[in-house]
């Protein structure tokens, strides 16, 4: 029951791992996100841009001068992908490492006001594992059947679904030893505060001792 449960929230996961946004930035923003990956996972992020036009006041598709910078960071801070793009196209890297993967996106242009705009609108549509494949494509290119395409997508849901679970107990494996590392500095530093607190009380003591030996009160 506990095996069906968790491959049912890996499997909404799996459907979620393709989604779509828009943003907006500025001549010199840059915007970031985060995307929890598993190792050895393709990721392909789709992208179009539009800028502001004053005059309509709406968004018209960007001029071929201004293009994409994306920079792609793996959970170690290592540069997986640095690369200037156009105004409309795709960017694909495949994960080495699981863990938090940072997603930067920013224009290789600082001078919109000679296009009358000062603000652009980014799609952007990122797929995540066997979500990344082109099925049609594949169908094509190794001439398979319906069922034998159908069997490929099958093995590579299976495949996911193995790389979402290790991803899981790789995470779960961080988390305990964060939290055996946290108990054992709590466990350490209640310790020192109880040593402290009797070599107080011990000096406190002693001080009070010679005091009242002094006043020859005692």
């Known amino acids: 029951m506990e095996l069906l449960k968790s491959t049912l929230i890996l499997l909404l996961a799996l459907i979620s791992a393709s989604h779509c946004l828009y943003f907006h930035i500025g001549e010199t923003e840059k915007k970031c996100f985060i995307e929890e990956i598993p190792d050895e996972t393709m990721v392909i992020g789709n992208y179009k841009t539009q800028l502001y036009d004053k005059k309509t006041n709406t968004f018209m598709p960007s001029s071929p ?19 200037m793009y ?12 699981p863990g938090e993967h940072l997603i930067c996106i920013y224009s290789n242009s600082t001078s919109w006001a000679m ?5 652009m609108r980014v799609h952007l549509d990122i797929e995540v594992g066997e979500h990344a ?34 991803y899981q107990r790789y995470r779960e494996e961080r988390f305990r030893h964060t939290s055996e590392s946290t108990n054992q500095r709590v466990l350490w ?27 020859k009160l005692v």
């Open 65 to 83: 001068g201004i293009g994409m910078h994306v920079e792609i960071k793996g959970p170690d801070d290592d540069v997986i992908l640095s690369k």
């Open 86 to 97: 156009s105004s409309e196209g795709r960017f694909t890297f495949t994960s080495h490492t």
């Open 115 to 119: 296009f009358g705009s000062n603000k």
């Open 133 to 166: 494949n082109d099925y049609r494509e594949i169908q094509e290119k190794d001439k398979l059947t319906e069922l034998q395409l159908r069997v490929r997508q099958l093995l590579d849901q299976v495949e996911q679904i193995q790389k979402e679970q290790n």
């Open 189 to 215: 530093w209640s310790i020192a505060q109880t040593a402290i607190l009797l070599l107080t009380g011990f000096w406190q003591m002693r001080h009070l001792k010679g005091f009242f030996e002094a006043k």
